[in-house]
DNA sequence: ACCTGAACACCGTTCAAGT
DNA sequence: ACCTGAACACCGTTCAAGT
């Protein structure tokens, strides 16, 4: 019984479309993005969007498919995204350093997102603008093949995992748990425990380790 | 009609219980592990967990409580695993670096559980034992307070990401696309792209962000 | 061309009832 | 103490039907 809250959803911003009431692709795909940006990837079920839209469910089906449909269109907006990007810097090495920086931002913004691509496989596909553009910077270097390949591959492990350890720890940190409050109250190290207490500083761990990826590229 | 095909579903293996037919928490956590790593986390339904072990969906409820209680249960598994690491080799940047490549395959090997764990923010909880373990290597080095710290949270980045990088790049490679099918086929750097086309050096990609980590800790 | 409700098979979960 | 079926609200999806 009382099968749905069904009463003018006062409708959402139509945007650009010119016709009114009705809905565009671009409509849903957008919906899509805030409510999976916002709550995450199980937050987005076709009742819930379609409801966020004013329209029934099923019209939702006409102009994306299915779920997984409009999840890949989720994920191809992201890969247009990365085309954007490009480096500043007067040597090589700070381009690189700059465009490693600029991706692990874009991506900070749209994690769950991320997210959505990697499990969908397009990982690689994401990252590839950037490395193209930083394979420029280090053939300049004389960096070329094999070796620029691995040092391709490892920044670009370096800024995902940074993301994706960035969300963990502002995560748990947002729900109380430290990673310090973890360790032995009475570790002989206190400073290095009272570190792990500053949830802020993925930051620095990232520079660290880009600092590191680029010093062992300059001297191989 | 025609509700489900229960019939005798042949009793999966009760291992260690005595008593025949029931079943105990342990053989749910087991079960529920297989599929996990087998088929993936969402291939875990209620339904599918109790057609394997024999029982009415609602006997598992009897017994773990609810699929999330489940999940947390097998992420603690993987954490108990944790503890079991130790490290080998004559000099403490050694024995970091023996406690990294441990960690690692240990993680390679549960990756579905991983990303599980990941998801509910047990990641520090993952890393503690090797935390711990690793800080005494680096107080032996003289690295202790804040710098240790950096070091360890870079030294977590670089494993946990390597284990996510690693299977995006199996399964892409599994089902044909390669990271450099997607590079422009004109490329001036012929062998950059061939290299990008092995899949299997995902290991020296490791190798090669844990020898840049080892050398910045060692020269700062 | 676009939107709709009804209907399907599938979820997780609760509960009263069995032994 | 353990297991069961019936029943609930919620999914994604299809389809015939409307305008």
Do not use: C, K
């Given at each position: 019984?009382?099968?749905?809250?069904?009463v003018?959803?006062g409708r959402?911003?139509t945007?650009?479309?010119?016709?009114t009431?009705?809905v565009?692709a671009?409509?849903?795909?957008?919906?899509?993005?805030?409510?999976?940006?916002?709550?995450?990837?199980?937050?987005?079920?076709?009742r819930?969007?379609?409801?966020?839209?004013?329209?029934?469910?099923?019209?939702?089906?006409?102009?994306?498919?299915?779920?997984?449909?409009?999840?890949?269109?989720?994920?191809?907006?992201?890969?247009?995204?990365?085309?954007?990007?490009?480096?500043?810097?007067?040597?090589?090495?700070?381009r690189?350093?700059?465009?490693?920086?600029?991706?692990?931002?874009?991506?900070?913004?749209?994690?769950?997102?991320?997210g959505?691509?990697?499990?969908?496989?397009?990982?690689?596909?994401?990252?590839?603008?950037?490395q193209?553009?930083?394979?420029?910077?280090?053939?300049e270097?004389?960096?070329?093949?094999?070796?620029?390949?691995?040092?391709?591959?490892?920044?670009?492990?370096?800024?995902i995992?940074?993301v994706?350890m960035?969300r963990?720890?502002?995560?748990?940190?947002?729900?109380?748990?430290?990673?310090?409050?973890?360790?032995?109250?009475?570790?002989p190290?206190?400073?290095?425990v009272?570190?792990?207490?500053d949830?802020?500083?993925?930051?620095?761990?990232?520079?660290?380790?880009?600092?590191?990826?680029?010093?062992?590229?300059?001297?191989?």
């Amino acid at each position: 019984m009382a099968a749905t809250t069904r009463v003018a959803t006062g409708r959402v911003a139509t945007g650009t479309s010119s016709r009114t009431s009705s809905v565009t692709a671009d409509d849903v795909l957008r919906a899509a993005g805030r409510i999976v940006e916002r709550h995450g990837v199980d937050a987005l079920t076709m009742r819930r969007l379609s409801d966020d839209l004013g329209v029934a469910v099923t019209s939702i089906y006409w102009h994306v498919g299915n779920r997984d449909a409009l999840l890949d269109g989720l994920v191809d907006r992201l890969l247009a995204r990365m085309e954007t990007l490009v480096p500043s810097g007067d040597t090589p090495t700070e381009r690189i350093a700059s465009l490693a920086r600029q991706l692990r931002t874009t991506l900070l913004e749209r994690q769950h997102l991320v997210g959505l691509a990697h499990e969908r496989d397009r990982t690689p596909a994401m990252f590839l603008p950037v490395q193209l553009a930083m394979a420029t910077e280090l053939a300049e270097i004389g960096l070329t093949g094999a070796d620029a390949a691995l040092a391709l591959r490892g920044l670009q492990v370096h800024v995902i995992s940074s993301v994706l350890m960035e969300r963990a720890g502002a995560r748990s940190a947002s729900h109380g748990t430290l990673d310090a409050d973890l360790w032995p109250i009475d570790h002989p190290d206190r400073e290095l425990v009272a570190s792990l207490n500053d949830p802020a500083d993925y930051a620095t761990v990232f520079e660290y380790g880009l600092d590191a990826l680029l010093r062992r590229i300059l001297t191989p």
